[in-house]
Structures are given as structure tokens and as C-alpha cells.
């Protein structure tokens, strides 16, 4: 350290000083920028001191100038320290090392800070360290007295930083308290709830509970769900309604694949465990949310009844059915004007009515199809090739899937809901009885596919397509609803 009494000891700590405000002011890693800020203080205060020194020792009393030396030659001590320790880290994260706590970073700093203390000291003032720390046992005992609640939260944090149950960016629980691990240091763990809350917990505390990690190594984790269904509802048709429902959520991983089992009798029900995989223990709200308001539309439209109690009487009517809104409706469309009023209200008699949720598909490009829908509330896309793209938005009163039921082509397009939807669906068997009955709606269905087909084309083409559709389509009407 002789060289600290010279002029390049005040040229090298000029140029570290320089190195650390460029650092701080361009480096784009955050914790870079954080620790050189420490190193830069001590700089300073070496450049300073060492370089009033130059000019100020002839005239500074002599027995000042070993304390004036030792206050120099420690600020550059530390903040080579600091500096050091502070690119060492940048660089074990640069290759993709695990970030380091605190509390390993601050007993690093300490012992280095130690070692480069001790000779300054002895040399320059002529302390022996090591002796000040022999004669103060007495002290260190009232010390350890007085700040045994402290000294036990700090001896704990270093033992979980050699055990590791988590680190920072963990979601974990302790106890009743769950989040995500934001900062460990020497006294305590900081962790995060879902609610955006910070919660400290004494190391002393923590050590001594618990400790469930949700996320550690990256690793996918896996959550549970009950679901009850009816026992009149068979449990290989309640299990594919239930997969098909994950099978449609973005959150729920591929990957592991999720499961489903029958699991218990219940007094009003039969329980089924269904066990999924997600990449975020965070997302466990919108999981559950998710899954549980498609099995709710799905079970609806598949007829599985979500029981309650059995041991509770209650008296329940049916919701009466829209019948004159149902009735309104098909007298608006075109495809019903050849029909009667009366035929009219026996076909709204036979639809059924289903729910579908946001982003579901009602009926998929390509497959076959033997029903047809209205929409009775909210709102439809209609969509075509791959990738899929938006050719149409149906809303209330307005109908789709008409040419599968009539002609037996496969589906045209994808229509799927962007709103809670209701619509009414019909088969061929409401309209089997009307063309055993009046042949002539078969051929007046089949000029009206036709007309609607022709639209499609222009001028004279188009007014030959649509007799020649016709004709195709009346053949293609009589032979599928032929009795």
C-alpha cells in the first residue's frame, strides 16, 4: 500500500471515480447501478481527502497525518472492495447465475471490508485489531444480552440462506402468510401478496415454520379442484366435459396433462379431483375462475346437473320459456316465411336453448352439422380459414348453420362467442314432419338457399347459378328428409 503516499494513488482513484459515475449512469442493470453507487462514495471521499492532503499536509500538525492517512487509504480500500464485489456480481448474472441475497452479499462485504481494514489500522495507527477484539468480551456479552431477538433473526437468516428454501422471486407460503418473495436481508424475509401487500417476517419466525415453495426451480405446479356433479350424470361424460373445459383455458399447461378423477360418494353428489398444471402460482385466482365459469356453461349444456344439498327440501318450478319472444323471432326470419304461424310455434316449441360463455365455439369449420342456430342475446363471430379470420358478427335475431341442416354440408365456418350468449338450436327432426306432410317447402326452401347463394355472385352468372343451385339443392332436400 505504499503507493497510496504517492501521486498515482490520487490518479488511479480520479479514474475509479470517473469509472463508477459512468457506471451508475449507463449501466441498464438496476442492481449494477445500485452497488457501484456505494464504491462511488468512497472514491470520493479518498479523492478528496487524498488530494487536500497534496496541498494541506506542510502545513497540517504532523500527529494528524497518520489519521489522515489511514481515513484515505480505507475509502480507497472500500471502495475497491465495493467496486470488486459489484462487478462480480454483474457478471455471475450475466452468465446466468441465481441472484445473489443480500445477507450473502453484506457478509462478503464485511469480511473483505475486515481484511482490508486490519493492516491500515495496525500500520498506519498503530492498532492490533485483534486485541480490541479479545478485551471487549464483556461487552459483546451485554451486547448479545440486549439484542438476542436481533442476533436470533440474523443467525436464522443465515441459516436459511445456506438451507435455501426459496430466494427472491419465489412464491411461497409461511404459515398462514403466502406471496412472492421480494427481498431477504440479515433481519427479515419481504414477500408480496397477490392483493399487492408487503409482509415482513422475522427470520427468526420463519425458520421455525413451514416453509411451502410454490415455484422453486421453475418448475410447473400443480393445483387442485373438487367438482360434484349429479349421480344421474355418467362419470365418463362429466370427466370429457371436464377436460375439454381445460383443454380450452390458456392458463392450464399441455404440458404436464391434467387429470381427472371419480373420487367419493357425497350425500348429494359425486365428487370428482381434477388436477392441473400451471407455470405461475400467481395465476391460481384466474385459474379457478376460469375453469369454473366454463364447466358452468358446459355442464348446462350437456344436461349435468350441479346438485345442492340433498337433505334440504326445496320447491323449485322451471323457468318459464320465452315462448312469444321464440315465436317472434322465426316469424322475422326469412328462412321461415313458406312455414305457418302454427308450424312456426311448433318448431320454437322444439328448440332447445344454450348458454356459451366468452370464447367458446359453438360449431367448428369443416366438421359435419345437423342443427342450425339463432341467436337470441349477445353477440357472435364468424370466422373462416387458417389462421381465422372475422368475416362476420351475428347479434340478436339474426341465424347461422342453416346449409349443414338443410343440404348436409360440413360447416362453412367457425362461429364463436364474444358475448354470454343464448341461442335457440334446431335438428332435422322439428322439420322432418313438415316435408313428410307439404312436399312444396322443400322446393320453396330450396329456392330460398339458392337465392341466398346467388347473392354471392353477380348479374346474369348469378341468376344462372341460382337455377341450376336450385334444382341441386330440392334433390339434396328431398333425399335427407325423405321419411
Known sequence: MAFLHGQLALLLGAVALSLTIVLRRFAKDERLREDVFGAMGWFAIFVVVRGAMVWGEAVSPKEWHPLERA???????????????????????????????????????????????IPILKTQLALDVTTLLGTSAVLSLVLGFALQDTLGNVFSGLSLQLDRPYQVGDFIRVGPHEGRVVQTSWRSTRIETLRKEQITLPNALTAKEPIVNFTCGGRPVAIDLTVGAAYAAPPTKVKTEILEALAESPLVLK?????????????????YVVRLWIDDW???PHVHDEVFARLWYRF???????????RVVTMRTETPRLQGLREELLGELDLFKPFTAVERKAIADAGREHHFGLGEAICVEGREGQTFYVVVSGRVSVRVGQPPREVATLSRGQYFGEMSLLTGDPRAATVVAIDDTMVLEFGRSEFQRFFTEKPELAEQLADFLARRKAELAAGAAGAALQKADAAGLLTRLRRIFSP
Request: hydrophobic share 55%; no cysteine.
Open 282 to 284: 400467481a395465476n391460481v
Open 300 to 310: 348446462g349444456r350437456a344436461g349435468i346437473e350441479i346438485p345442492f344439498p340433498q
Open 255 to 271: 404440458t404436464p396433462a391434467p387429470w381427472v378423477r371419480t373420487w367419493e360418494f357425497e350425500e348429494s353428489s359425486l365428487k
Open 71 to 117: 481515513v484515505w487509504m480505507l475509502a480507497f480500500a472500500f471502495g475497491s472492495v465495493r467496486l470488486v464485489v459489484a462487478l462480480t456480481l454483474w457478471l455471475r448474472r450475466r452468465l446466468g447465475a441465481a441472484p445473489t441475497a443480500k445477507i450473502h452479499r453484506d457478509v462478503v462485504d464485511f469480511l473483505l471490508y475486515l481484511a482490508t481494514a
